[in-house]
């Protein structure tokens, strides 16, 4: 078991452990206990489990681990189950999750438990936020992205007509439970979703995270320093170990399920260490949208066809590409991201062209003023905020593509 804890405006323990699915009624229980006091054990009667219909039938049926275990803990078990997928990602499902809440005669001291993915989190979390003015939710994520990224950190909301996640809420979890087990449903594409905000993580705060993901030869610490240059084909320099690629189906570390848990591990500890310094983006948190301006407007252009891991990845090359050509790269980094993410074989060709997405990222809720902050990985674990006129961006992803 590791457990993680997130000193944000709400204290909060993210745990990782096989099994955790069938402890989670009473982990919730201990943990209303230590904040509410012995009332914890009175309060909170009703539990609403909010999951689309894939995970639903997955892992959150009436009969099944998770909604035992709440009821054997005493809870009033109600479900919400929506269609899932971008589409509902609205204030539509808010809505109507809004009413089941009220039909259900939930009150300010019952909670929402988010059971899945990136989508189900922010729905959950936003209608958390607002229902009677904010009640508590728990986070249990069910994809390799949800587990990184989406669900500690406290970012809420839904999609609006006009762009992505442009409603929501800062409103942080009481528990994030994440149980890896559940990553053996997840098929390539889920887990390569994932593994965008991983790699991100790692190309923002911490190489070491890049080369455990890449499971390089070398260990954490990379190539050995008199490896040869890269751009060398020798096996011992990471282009030489990259140019190889995988001999399996798929990328080493996702059949290494105790790698994969410290690898998930790490990317959630660089998460909680920017979140604890900047819980509301005013700065350093903006380090977090690495890839995800350009990546945002590629699914936005996509009509949410393309997903949101692979779209940060192109993302991430088209900002490193032109961060190099503008030299706000160290030479050769830009090449360095794009071949670690094509190992990983994120297509990164975007169907797109500049305009279109500038149109987009015009629209984002980055751009303040006339102005938008840009995140550049300008050299290896580290990356800087760059704020550009927002009319320069057309230009900028243009050097990028
Ligand atoms: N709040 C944040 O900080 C934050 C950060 C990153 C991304 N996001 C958001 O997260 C969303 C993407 O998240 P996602 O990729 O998890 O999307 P998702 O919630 O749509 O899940 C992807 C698909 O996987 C299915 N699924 C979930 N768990 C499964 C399992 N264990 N086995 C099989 N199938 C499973 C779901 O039914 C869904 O079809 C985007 O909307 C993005 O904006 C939010």
Not at 218 to 238: I, M, Q, T
Not at 334 to 358: M, Q, R, V, W
């Amino acid at each position: 078991m590791i457990t993680i804890h997130i000193n944000a405006s709400k204290e909060y323990d993210v745990i990782l452990k096989a099994g955790v699915l069938s402890e989670a009624g009473r982990l919730i229980r201990e943990d209303l206990s230590k904040r509410y006091g012995t009332t914890g054990i009175l309060r909170s009667r009703r539990v609403c489990v909010v999951c689309d219909e894939t995970v639903g039938d997955l892992y959150g049926g009436e009969q099944q681990t998770l909604i035992t275990s709440l009821r054997e803990a005493g809870f009033d078990v109600s479900r919400f189950v929506f269609p899932g997928g971008e589409d509902h990602k609205n204030m539509e499902t808010i809505e109507r999750l809004l009413d089941h809440l009220t039909e259900h005669r939930f009150s300010r001291t019952d909670l929402l438990v988010a059971l899945g993915g990136g989508i189900t989190g922010d729905v959950t979390g936003f209608a958390a936020a607002i229902y009677l003015r904010g009640i508590d939710f728990i986070q249990i994520p069910t994809t390799l992205l949800a587990a990184v990224d989406s669900s500690v950190g406290g970012k809420t909301g839904v999609n609006l007509p006009a762009g992505k996640n442009l409603a929501g809420a800062f409103w942080q979890p009481n528990l994030v439970l994440f149980d890896p087990s559940v990553l053996t449903t997840l098929g390539q594409p889920l887990l390569l979703d994932g593994m965008a905000e991983i790699l991100k993580a790692g190309f923002i705060a911490d190489s070491t995270v890049i080369y455990s993901a890449l499971m390089v030869p070398w260990g954490e610490d990379g190539p050995p320093e008199d490896a040869p240059d890269p751009g060398s084909s020798s096996d011992s320099s990471l282009y030489g170990f990259l140019r190889m690629g995988w001999s399996g189906p798929r990328p080493p570390i996702f059949d290494n399920p105790e790698e994969m848990i410290r690898l998930i591990a790490k990317a959630v500890d660089i998460k909680r260490r920017i979140v604890e310094e900047d819980e509301r983006e005013s700065g350093q948190r903006k380090l977090l949208n690495l890839g995800h301006t350009i990546g945002h407007a590629i699914e936005k252009c996509s009509r949410y066809d393309i997903s949101h891991g692979a779209a940060v990845a192109t993302g991430i090359a088209i900002i490193a590409k032109a961060g190099q050509s503008l030299d706000w790269v160290r030479e050769g980094y830009a090449d360095d991201i794009c071949a670690i993410l094509e190992y990983f074989g994120y297509d990164l060709s975007c169907p797109y062209p500049a305009f279109a997405l500038a149109d987009v990222a015009y629209n984002d809720k980055k751009v303040q003023g006339n102005r938008i902050s840009l995140v550049i990985p300008d050299y290896p674990g580290h990356c800087i905020l760059k704020d550009v006129p927002a009319l320069d961006l057309e230009n900028i992803i243009q050097q990028g593509l």
